[in-house]
């Protein structure tokens, strides 16, 4: 990548919004800090301007600082601007705002979380608490708005799509009022000194994101579909706005942006891949994406993250889980589903679905209690470890894995350690999320169910790694895919 001017004028529409391509998943899988709670058990009235596809449950959160509450008056002013506040922070959670904006070990929205970018540095994640120095206390309405739906800070700088403005450019003016009023009067202000962007100059010139934006911010505001029901309607508000689904599930452009914002466009949620993380195809197709899901399975696996016998959350959608769908109205998460199922379909030339492949296995039980035959192992599931010795795939299996999920991969009766059978993830035609999952594990606290599983990234060599991955796919999964143990290394190191 030559960094001269004249390649920024042509190509810095390319090489400034892979800020935005990389940073989600790595946002996702950095901050664990605790989501705001959210009360979903009563809905304020919208403002007059705020329709349908803005209206939000209330909701509190214990960022919400004590002057933020309604006076003891319970006056008419004091009670709206409380209820105003509780419809942002619920908002804020619908955005997953907390995600990126807060730091594994740092306070609610006081920023400072590192979004490492290949080959071009690292940036971290702004403060926008309330603090007057470090913070947007200093911002107005039309400063937030500008920032949130138009990608232009208050001093008049480009922000780079990490933030992703292009998704809230649909958001309407009464969100955007509420919003502000949340991180304005709810959020306890922080002062806080953020570690400046590694990324060197020239590369760190934010003037071509001008042309970018005029080629892709697409217009504000969602305009409601006529004929289509107002659940439809609300779930194609949150989709493209403040859920933000396209970021990670819509393939990229050859300038970094999304190839379609809405259900118009070919390819809208039809899969991409980022920070190693496969974000998987969720439209309408029935072998390549979700086509084969009911309603009550997709609002489940929202809520929960988990569905037995079909699907996990992991990685950045378990996060985007626990943060933020899991705190969502269950009317909410049903518009979604709504929503998503009508997506045109996108076939990536799949002939099953992935949640439909695999068998029990039948080789592990017969190792137990076996010799090791001098460590080598040996067998049909042995493989080379890259150091001239052999890996025995089933015995990585039953000394890793079986003690959860059962010798012959049929997990738990009660799904708390999921099938290996019938599983999105081991069926999947790309191995790329086994992999991650074997290397992070699993951490996921959502709809009151804690669920874990630990990384071995520490206790597997990558060859180890690679041959423990093909023995899940080829017996419980997808049996046409393989990965080799350069990938899992590149994968290891975030390549």
Not at 256 to 282: C, R
Not at 306 to 335: I, T, W, Y
Request: proline share 6%.
């Amino acid at each position: 990548m030559r960094k001269t001017l004249g390649t920024l004028c042509l190509a810095g529409a390319a090489i400034w919004p892979a800020l935005s391509y990389y940073s989600v998943a790595s946002a996702a899988s950095v901050s664990t800090v605790a989501t705001p709670s959210v009360e979903t058990s009563t809905l304020p009235p919208a403002s007059a301007s705020g329709s349908m596809s803005g209206s939000a449950p209330a909701s509190t959160s214990p960022a919400t600082s004590s002057s933020a509450a309604a006076s003891s008056s319970g006056s008419v002013s004091d009670s709206a601007e409380n209820d105003e506040i509780k419809r942002g922070a619920y908002l804020a959670t619908a955005g997953d705002c907390i995600a990126c904006h807060t730091a594994k070990t740092g306070k609610p929205f006081a920023g400072g979380l590192p979004i490492g970018i290949p080959m071009l540095g690292t940036i971290y994640s702004s403060n926008i608490t309330p603090d007057k120095t470090s913070g947007i206390g200093n911002w107005s309405l039309g400063d937030f708005d500008q920032a949130m739906r138009h990608g232009i800070s208050k001093d008049g700088h480009n922000l780079y799509p990490a933030m992703p403005y292009v998704s809230y450019a649909k958001l309407n003016d009464a969100d955007i009022a509420a919003l502000y009023a949340y991180f304005e009067k709810g959020v306890v202000p922080v002062s806080a000194t953020l570690p400046k962007s590694t990324i060197p100059w020239p590369m760190n010139m934010r003037w071509p994101l001008k042309l970018w934006n005029i080629g892709f911010l697409p217009a504000v505001g969602y305009q409601p579909k006529a004929g289509q029901s107002e659940a439809w309607n609300r779930g194609a508000y949150l989709v493209q706005g403040l859920a933000h689904c396209s970021t990670c599930h819509t393939p990229r452009g050859v300038a970094m942006q999304e190839v379609a914002l809405d259900e118009t466009g070919k390819g809208f949620l039809g899969g991409s891949v980022l920070a190693g993380w496969d974000a998987y195809n969720i439209t309408s197709a029935k072998n390549g994406g979700i086509g084969g899901w009911s309603q009550l399975q997709l609002t489940q696996y929202l809520r929960t993250g988990s569905v037995p016998g079909l699907a996990q959350a992991a990685g950045p959608m378990g996060e985007a889980v626990e943060h933020s769908f899991s705190h969502l109205q269950a009317s909410d998460l049903d518009a979604i589903a709504t929503y998503i199922r009508t997506i045109p379909a996108v076939e990536d030339g799949s002939t099953a679905p992935r949640q439909s492949l695999g068998n029990p296995a039948t080789d592990v039980s017969a190792l137990r209690g076996v010799a090791l035959n001098g460590g080598a192992g040996g067998g049909a599931a042995s493989t080379g470890d890259g150091t001239g010795g052999t890996v025995d795939a089933a015995r990585l299996y039953l000394g890793n894995c079986a003690s959860c999920h059962q010798a012959n991969g049929k997990g738990s009766p009660d799904g708390y350690y999921p099938s290996l059978i019938h599983n999105s993830t081991v069926g999947a035609s790309d191995a790329g999320n086994m992999v991650q999952v074997i290397l992070q594990g699993i951490h996921r606290n959502a709809a009151g169910n804690d669920v874990g599983m630990p990384g071995f990234a520490t206790e597997l060599t990558d060859a180890q790694v690679a041959a423990l991955t093909n023995y899940l796919t080829g017996t419980f999964g997808n049996s046409h895919v393989s990965v080799s143990t350069d990938a899992v290394a590149k994968l290891r190191k975030g390549d």
